[in-house]
């Protein structure tokens, strides 16, 4: 293994167990194939220790979400399709996995927090940021369709409006910003000892019998349906000429970008 994704079992402050996962993947923990399969096998350790409660951390940048230039190139060489196919639904999986499964799920969030990857704060149940922590979808820059749940969970969290404004305008959400929006419970510059006592402050089968309440069967299926979407809508925009236009445009140095 790689080990793009770390994983181990830490005692809380209160001495409950919780699993720590950490993405460590180069580029900003981008989401290509290996770091979303090992996160994959990250939750399936999680789920065989019998563990509660998780708390996952990405370095000095939580995720720059999906690999633009992995993206290009496999248009380039027309395998964007196959490359898709190995990135959008598994992301899609892993961030339904993360509303189904009976454990509760905390995020410490630093620096970008980007494109798919906003999908696993939006999954979360419990979400520290530290200060200089942003959301920002970027599919209108690069040409790509949303997916990782700015349709599918992010308006029954904040509203409709908000969300579709905040896609269309590409509007960068800072720290403050988001915890306004209830996507963050807390600001701290050490996010993650501050997610760990507040989950150890958690009572466990309050917090389990709560997201099972929020997300029950029919919540799921309809966040289930909205994902499958997403996938869907992305695949059908990948492959025009003018969202490869884009993503070379993007690609390009900043001070040769005409921004």
């Known amino acids: 293994m790689s080990k793009l994704v770390a994983w181990h079992i830490e005692d809380l402050p209160n001495s409950e167990p919780c699993c720590l996962i950490r993405l460590q993947a180069p580029r900003s923990n981008a989401l290509e194939p290996g770091i979303l399969d090992e996160l994959h096998l990250a939750f399936d350790a999680l789920e065989q220790s019998d563990v509660k409660k998780a708390l996952i951390s990405g370095g000095r ?28 639904p598994v992301l899609q999986a892993l961030v339904l996995r993360m509303v189904e499964m009976p454990v509760v799920l905390a995020s410490a969030v630093r620096g970008a927090a980007t494109g798919g990857s906003a999908g696993m704060v939006f999954a979360s149940d419990l979400v520290v940021a530290s200060p200089d922590a942003f959301v920002q979808p970027y599919y209108g820059v690069v040409g790509f369709a949303p997916d990782g749940g700015w349709t599918a969970l992010l308006p029954d969290l904040i509203g409709g409006a908000n969300a579709r404004g ?31 006592k507040l989950l150890a402050q958690i009572e466990t089968g309050t917090a389990l019998a709560t997201k099972s309440l929020f997300w029950d069967d029919k919540r799921r299926a309809v966040v289930k349906t909205r994902l499958e979407a997403e996938t869907e809508s992305f695949r059908a925009m990948i492959g025009r000429p003018e969202t490869l236009t884009k993503m070379q445009e993007f690609l390009q140095p900043r001070d040769e970008r005409n921004v």
């Open 166 to 196: 905040w896609i269309m305008a590409n509007h960068r959400q800072g720290s403050q910003q988001l915890r306004s929006l209830g996507l963050v419970q807390a600001v701290d510059q050490d996010p993650e000892t501050r997610t760990a």
């Open 61 to 88: 940048n939580f995720s720059t979400g999906g690999d633009v230039g992995r993206f290009a190139e496999a248009t380039r060489v027309g395998q964007v399709e196959s490359y898709t196919a190995k990135v959008v």
